[in-house]
């Protein structure tokens, strides 16, 4: 780890938070959604950061800093957006090592690099392998000059026909992406967006998705950076809802893969409909189911966050073998553990369960979080048992506290009820 990525890591999530807290942002504010009652609405739905506030916009900074809340400014650089073969490579000829220069030092010089509000800066979003080297270059400087910020950068998702066409990214494949990510850019976290449910239920699929959480998960595992992961509040379609059950679902699932930063987008319009708030900055029906799943995850996150993830896992996706092409996973039909065995559902349905030891490095303290992966399209949802086989002292964790765990008739299993798109973590004491 370079000196950069070091001092990266000492600013909270990259969102001016403790690094063991679990950080939820939200992509875009319009101006006609920043007043006082709007900023509070934001902070109730128990969001930490927003995505897009200009750093000249004060009163709206200044808002943030009394609710409490956190801003990735832009407008230091100009908008860059990778995605565009006649734009890849040629970020340095755009943003020249000048400009990166005169645009901190004129950050600087209005004050807004050390406003309590500022976290982060925003540098480009979805860009070129080809840009790497030169963001490495970017990144160092602008730490130079404004050493209490650090960079924002959203990398490209894997959907199928990206990648079939990955050359104009400046790789072959996805994979080699975030390897030439992980060897160039001096952040010590990976961003990257991923939408299942774009412009019908099941267009991207399944096996994408879980194909870029193994890839960015496995990545960051071996480099040691946190995995930031951007879902869809919103859709491209209004006709295609993403009802509450499938805002749970990408949290949980993200979570299953390590992720400890969630940025949902969008809030106010940036792209697409259905936003959070309506174009004239009224609560749209997003608004209470974002706020639920947001509650929950900042239910169960205290506990999540004494543990890091090392694995994910895929039980019983048998029953979805669809699911599987172009996952680059396997499935067992049930789990085995150093510290639990023959983990599964009693209906034999699909689980994805994150493997995770103790952030402190205590050897002896162990957890599950287990998700219900059966249901993603919000169409069939049911109550199941999962059980397990495990050693030492056993307790479990929902949203809302403890679950009880019974013991199976033979007295050697324990079990608990988990609903579709839930989870449920479970930490063991040897």
Same mark, same amino acid.
């Given at each position: 780890m370079? *000196?950069l990525?070091i001092?990266?890591?000492t600013?909270a999530a990259?969102?001016?938070a403790e ?7 939200v992509? +875009?504010?319009k101006?006609n959604a920043r007043t006082?009652?709007h ?5 109730? /739905?128990?969001v930490?950061?927003v995505?897009?506030i200009?750093c000249?916009d ?9 609710y409490?809340?956190?801003? &990735?400014?832009h407008g ?6 990778g995605?565009h *073969?006649?734009l890849n490579?040629?970020? $340095?000829e755009t943003i020249?090592p000048?400009?990166?220069e005169?645009?901190? $030092?004129? #950050?600087k010089a209005?004050?807004?690099?050390v406003?309590?509000?500022v976290?982060m800066?925003?540098?480009g979003d979805?860009?070129s392998?080809?840009?790497f080297?030169?963001?490495?270059d970017?990144?160092e400087?602008?730490h130079r000059?404004l050493p209490h910020?650090?960079?924002?950068l959203?990398l490209?998702? +894997?959907y199928?026909?990206?990648?079939a066409d ?5 790789a072959t494949n996805?994979?080699e !992406?975030?390897d030439? !990510? #992980?060897?160039?850019?001096p ?8 939408y299942?449910y +774009? ?7 399944m ?5 870029n959480f ?5 990545a960051?595992?071996?480099?040691g950076?946190r ?5 869809q509040v919103?859709t491209?379609k209004a *006709? %295609?809802v993403?009802?509450?059950?499938k @805002?749970?679902y ?5 979570m299953?893969?390590?992720?400890e930063? @969630?940025v949902?987008? /969008?809030?106010?319009k940036g792209w697409w409909t259905m936003?959070v708030l ?6 749209t029906v997003?608004y209470?189911?974002l *706020?639920h799943?947001?509650?929950? &995850?900042? =239910? &169960?996150?205290p506990?999540?966050m004494?543990?890091r993830s090392?694995?994910t896992?895929?039980v019983?996706?048998?029953k979805?073998?669809?699911? @599987?092409k172009g996952?680059?996973?396997t499935s067992?039909?049930a789990l085995?553990g150093?510290f ?6 009693d209906?034999?349905?699909? @689980?994805?369960?994150?493997i #995770?030891t ?8 162990k $957890?599950?979080?287990?998700?219900? $992966?059966?249901?993603p399209?919000?169409?069939s949802?049911?109550?199941r048992t999962?059980?397990f086989?495990g050693a ?8 809302? =506290?403890?679950?009880?765990?019974r ?6 299993r324990?079990?608990f009820?988990?609903?579709s798109?839930?989870?449920v973590l479970v %930490?063991f004491? #040897?």
């Open positions: 370079n *000196k990525m001092a990266a890591a600013f990259c969102a001016a690094a063991a807290d679990f950080q939820i942002g992509y +875009c504010l101006e006082e009652q900023i509070k609405d934001i902070r109730d /739905c128990h930490d950061f995505y897009g200009e000249t004060r009163k709206t900074l200044d808002l943030f800093a009394k409490g809340l956190k801003a &990735i400014v230091v650089y100009r908008n860059w957006w995605g *073969k006649k490579g040629k970020l $340095a020249p000048q400009v990166v005169q645009g901190a $030092a004129t #950050m209005t004050g807004a690099d406003h309590p509000a976290s800066i925003a540098i979805e860009p392998a080809l840009d080297p030169y963001y490495n970017f990144v400087r602008l000059i910020q650090v960079p924002h959203n490209h998702p +894997c199928p026909p990206v990648e990955f050359g104009y990214t400046g996805y994979y !992406y975030i030439k !990510y #992980m060897k160039n850019v952040l010590d976290y990976l961003s990257y967006d991923h299942l +774009c412009k019908s239920p099941r267009q991207s699929g096996g994408p998705f879980l194909r193994k890839i960015v998960a496995d960051c595992r071996r480099t950076r995995l930031w992961f951007v879902p919103n491209h *006709k %295609v993403i009802t509450e059950q @805002l749970r990408q949290a949980n699932m993200a299953a893969f390590g992720a930063t @969630l949902w987008a /969008c809030w106010t936003n309506d174009e004239n900055g009224a609560k997003q209470d189911r *706020k799943v947001n509650a929950e &995850i900042k =239910g &169960i996150a506990r999540f004494e543990f090392v694995d896992r895929l019983g996706f048998e979805h073998p669809d699911w @599987l996952s680059d996973s067992v039909a085995d150093g639990f065995r023959q983990l599964k559902a209906d034999g349905d699909a @689980l994805v369960v994150g #995770m103790d952030r402190r490095g205590v050897p002896s303290r $957890a599950l979080y287990v998700v219900a $992966a059966e249901d399209w919000d169409e949802p049911k109550v999962v059980s086989e030492g002292k056993v307790t479990a964790f929902a949203a809302n =506290g403890p679950v009880p765990l013991r199976t008739a033979d007295g050697r324990y079990a009820d988990l609903k798109n839930g989870a %930490v004491e #040897m």
